[in-house]
């Protein structure tokens, strides 16, 4: 009998224990780490030097600004796919407008030249402005309006939306009326364009 350790038997196994765990977690039991628990443990923990009223400020607040989060990435990641479908690899240069493409230049060579910080600095498109997003679907139309109904539509939404973005990404808080507004604009968003 060999020490060795058997490959075949190891991935076997390894396969096996996927497997089983997949019918675990589609019945509803936990398996591995609880990341729910852990990010919530770690939320407290960072807030605790903040005074109560100021932290539960910043954890209704961080609601609304997920939600703006996912929607912007999520126009990002449709204007991507339509603009691929259509010009390929050269989506950018073809797709952009050339106001917006020049912006977002100089913004990513600020950020290599000035930023301690890195991020997200591969692709153009995440250098824009939240109100460039309708800019490149406007220049687009043909691409996109069997998404949207019409420019007049998609303007009005994200020219609020861009208010309200601005607003929460300089930590004011909004109104529970203005929540309901924000999620109802992504609500017709998603609706509209099928997520």
């Avoid at 075949?8 to 039991?29: D, V």
């Avoid at 390929?88 to 952009?96: N, P, V």
């Avoid at 109904?149 to 009326?177: C, F, G, V």
């Amino acid at each position: 009998m060999s020490n060795k350790p058997n490959i075949r038997e190891w991935m076997f196994r390894a396969l096996m224990f996927e497997a089983e765990a997949e019918q675990f977690k589609s019945a509803g039991i936990r398996i591995g780490a609880d990341n729910e628990h852990v990010e919530k443990v770690l939320m407290e923990e960072t807030l605790s030097p903040f005074p109560i009223p100021i932290r539960n400020e910043a954890i209704r607040m961080s609601r609304i600004y997920a939600l703006i989060n996912c929607f912007e990435n999520s126009v990002r990641d449709l204007i991507k796919e339509r603009l691929k479908e259509k010009f390929d690899t050269d989506w950018w240069e073809k797709g952009a407008p050339k106001n917006v493409k020049e912006f977002a230049q100089k913004r990513q060579q600020i950020a290599k030249e000035n930023s301690w910080l890195e991020g997200d600095n591969t692709e153009l498109i995440e250098f824009i402005e939240f109100g460039h997003l309708s800019d490149i679907i406007i220049q687009n139309w043909l691409d996109f309006s069997d998404l949207i109904p019409t420019q007049h539509w998609l303007k009005q939404r994200m020219d609020e939306l861009e208010k309200a973005r601005n607003y929460i990404a300089h930590n004011r808080l909004l109104l529970p009326s203005e929540f309901r507004r924000i999620e109802q604009y992504v609500n017709d968003w998603n609706k509209q364009i099928g997520f």
